[in-house]
């Protein structure tokens, strides 16, 4: 689920359909969240818990539109001027004055911590590994996902981030539901790490409430700290064998005169 905060953007996409779980995250982010479809689970609760939200089956073609370059479903497309004229139609608020779920620094830090993260690995299933690589040029994550290497749909341009956080968190079958969706237990306190600058810390990330903040904390018990620059959130399975490893280190080639 990508979050978006005062940016213009001309293509959106693919917008998928809603699931559950997704509102959580939308909730504590006052966001109007935007899907095309949605499960069962996800119709009843953004009823029940009054969620602002655009569904795109419901909207014309000009304001969610199928590409060619891709395949269905992976090929809905929106912007941010279609989202924000269906929302003012609604009658949305599109001003939100909730704070940050992430407490970003505006200066630039280094975690005081013996964990090199170079090379990052979660793996969701044998068939869908992401994966990070530290670049300390840019101090950016560079990322792949199933063996390729993640691109700008519109420009080509690498995905990259300045932060990661891992949070592991039991999945499990939704019992009675034919089509095997799933559900996750995150309301509670899970486990995980914070990256960033090639170094990761243990963290926390309570949530006490579907629509409460998640806080995430280092392992004494005070909220993290997080450096300026986009962030990727990846809840994973439980049994997730995650590595965090220091890389392959550099060739160092010297000449020596006697």
């Given at each position: 689920?990508?979050?978006?905060?005062?940016?213009?953007?001309?293509?959106?996409?693919?917008?998928?359909?809603?699931?559950?779980?997704?509102?959580?995250?939308?909730?504590?982010?006052?966001?109007?969240?935007?899907?095309?479809?949605?499960?069962?689970?996800?119709?009843?609760?953004?009823?029940?818990?009054?969620?602002?939200?655009?569904?795109?089956?419901?909207?014309?073609?000009?304001?969610?539109?199928?590409?060619?370059?891709?395949?269905?479903?992976?090929?809905?497309?929106?912007?941010?001027?279609?989202?924000?004229?269906?929302?003012?139609?609604?009658?949305?608020?599109?001003?939100?004055?909730?704070?940050?779920?992430?407490?970003?620094?505006?200066?630039?830090?280094?975690?005081?911590?013996?964990?090199?993260?170079?090379?990052?690995?979660?793996?969701?299933?044998?068939?869908?590994?992401?994966?990070?690589?530290?670049?300390?040029?840019?101090?950016?994550?560079?990322?792949?996902?199933?063996?390729?290497?993640?691109?700008?749909?519109t420009t080509g341009e690498t995905v990259t981030t300045k932060n990661i956080i891992i949070v592991k968190c039991n999945n499990y079958k939704?019992?009675?539901?034919?089509?095997?969706?799933q559900t996750i237990d995150n309301v509670k306190a899970l486990k995980g790490?914070?990256?960033?600058?090639?170094?990761?810390?243990?963290?926390?990330?309570?949530?006490?409430?579907?629509?409460?903040?998640?806080?995430?904390?280092?392992?004494?018990?005070?909220?993290?700290?997080?450096?300026?620059?986009?962030?990727?959130?990846?809840?994973?399975?439980?049994?997730?064998?995650?590595?965090?490893?220091?890389?392959?280190?550099?060739?160092?080639?010297?000449?020596?005169?006697?």
């Amino acid at each position: 689920m990508a979050l978006f905060k005062g940016v213009n953007l001309d293509k959106i996409g693919p917008v998928r359909s809603s699931r559950h779980y997704f509102l959580d995250y939308a909730l504590e982010n006052d966001a109007i969240y935007v899907h095309y479809g949605w499960s069962p689970q996800a119709k009843s609760d953004i009823t029940s818990l009054a969620v602002n939200n655009i569904n795109g089956i419901n909207e014309s073609s000009t304001s969610f539109w199928r590409t060619k370059d891709k395949y269905a479903p992976h090929n809905v497309a929106t912007s941010t001027e279609k989202i924000l004229n269906i929302a003012t139609r609604k009658g949305y608020s599109t001003t939100s004055k909730k704070e940050s779920v992430l407490n970003y620094v505006a200066e630039e830090f280094n975690l005081e911590s013996d964990i090199q993260a170079t090379k990052i690995t979660i793996p969701y299933s044998d068939s869908n590994v992401v994966e990070y690589e530290y670049d300390s040029t840019t101090k950016r994550y560079t990322r792949y996902s199933r063996d390729k290497k993640q691109v700008d749909w519109t420009t080509g341009e690498t995905v990259t981030t300045k932060n990661i956080i891992i949070v592991k968190c039991n999945n499990y079958k939704i019992s009675g539901d034919t089509a095997g969706r799933q559900t996750i237990d995150n309301v509670k306190a899970l486990k995980g790490y914070y990256i960033t600058n090639g170094k990761a810390i243990e963290i926390t990330a309570e949530k006490s409430t579907r629509t409460s903040q998640t806080v995430y904390k280092d392992l004494e018990g005070n909220e993290i700290e997080v450096n300026d620059g986009n962030t990727f959130i990846q809840i994973c399975p439980l049994e997730s064998k995650v590595q965090i490893e220091p890389g392959k280190p550099q060739t160092v080639v010297t000449n020596e005169v006697n």
